[in-house]
């Protein structure tokens, strides 16, 4: 059976029809989680965007999702105050409500993407008054790129729905590019107790060199390009996801449905196999065989796809030239 007949039979589930997926994307920046195309026609999206509209939050009226909310303002874990401080970068990628840390920044050669441009006040939000106003008490998928918060927005919310997510997705760094922000250290030691597994941990980085030496020892722009694509970083934040375990009492067919679907969608298919053996037993139901019998053929099969190839040919190779040189 293809994953897109899959995805349709959940999709149809009087437990997924009845409390339809909702998915979380802050610092969305226009683009959305590639990964949400396939189940957007049956989930509900709520993405943050500032600009400066006059409205709290619009429902869209032209999307791919069974229904999209976007609000146009920062949403902060608490304030006081309807406005806070924003912080506008060269880079729109490195703008915060978190002042950059200049000191530390300038080691790195991506130091000018956070220098400060503008300091303006902005409408900000708490998530939990989001909730409340869509009348929304579960996350399914939260996802956080909010440049120094991603902790404090997830820890905000109510204990049941922070280990109720069946996916986090967070942003945290390692090279204190903001006073006062959200760290990788932070993150991992938060979740060391909690009903998840780290499925996920993509380092990203910069060259550990003051920009102005940079600059003077590479004079083009196009070299410049090409040594930013292929020379070694050292790390400066990285992409975490995690993935509940779903051992906790209390998840319902629906829960394990998704698990094994948003499992899927990141070729975790060894996660998604164990939501769907633990759910075949749990809830005697046919569509969890289904599902572990595909989980099973990917485990077997994948290693035969041309990405899966060239992966080992490029390990194999690495190899050789190691010992070689």
């Known amino acids: 059976m293809r994953l897109a007949t899959i995805i349709k039979k ?14 979380i994307d802050i610092g969305a920046s226009g683009k959305l989680n590639a990964m949400w195309s396939k189940i957007a026609s049956f989930s509900i999206c709520i993405a943050f965007d500032a600009d400066q509209r006059e409205f709290d ?3 869209q009226k032209e999307t791919k999702f069974l229904k999209q909310f976007v609000f146009n303002k920062i949403v902060v874990a608490s304030s006081d105050k309807p406005k806070q401080p924003f912080y506008l970068t060269h880079s729109p990628y490195c703008s ?16 000018d993407k956070f ?25 399914d998928w939260f996802k956080t ?14 204990e049941e729905i922070q280990n109720n997510i ?45 920009k102005i030496d940079f600059d003077r020892i590479v004079k083009s722009d196009l070299t ?10 050292t790390p400066g934040w990285a992409e975490m996801i995690y993935l509940n375990n779903m051992l906790k009492k209390g998840f319902k067919s629906r829960e394990f449905l998704l698990a094994w679907l948003f499992a899927t969608l990141q070729n975790h298919h060894d996660l998604a ?43 194999f190779f690495q190899k050789y030239i190691t010992k070689t040189y």
């Not at 986090?168 to 060391?192: H, Q, R, S, T, W």
């Open 10 to 23: 959940i999709a149809l589930q009087k437990d997924i029809v009845a409390e339809p997926p909702i998915l």
């Open 57 to 59: 939050y619009i429902e």
């Open 96 to 111: 915060s409500l978190l002042k950059p840390n200049i000191n530390s920044l300038k080691e790195f050669q991506i130091s």
């Open 115 to 139: 220098e400060v441009k503008e300091i303006v006040e902005i409408d900000v939000i708490e998530l939990k008054i989001v909730l409340a106003q869509l009348n929304i008490n579960r996350i």
């Open 145 to 158: 790129d909010s440049q120094g918060t991603d902790l404090s927005l997830f820890k905000s919310l109510t």
């Open 166 to 210: 069946i996916v986090l997705e967070l942003e945290p760094g390692f090279m204190n590019a903001y006073l006062g922000e959200d760290k990788i250290v932070d993150v991992m030691n938060e979740m060391e107790n909690r009903p998840f597994i780290l499925s996920n941990f993509t380092t990203k980085g910069s060259l550990r060199i003051p």
């Open 224 to 233: 410049k390009k090409i040594i930013s694509h292929t020379y070694k970083k």
């Open 273 to 315: 196999f164990v939501y769907a053996d633990n759910a075949s037993v749990k809830f005697n139901d046919e569509i969890f065989i289904n599902l572990k019998q595909y989980s099973e053929k990917k485990l077997r099969t994948d290693i035969y796809t041309f990405k899966s190839v060239f992966k080992i040919f490029n390990i």
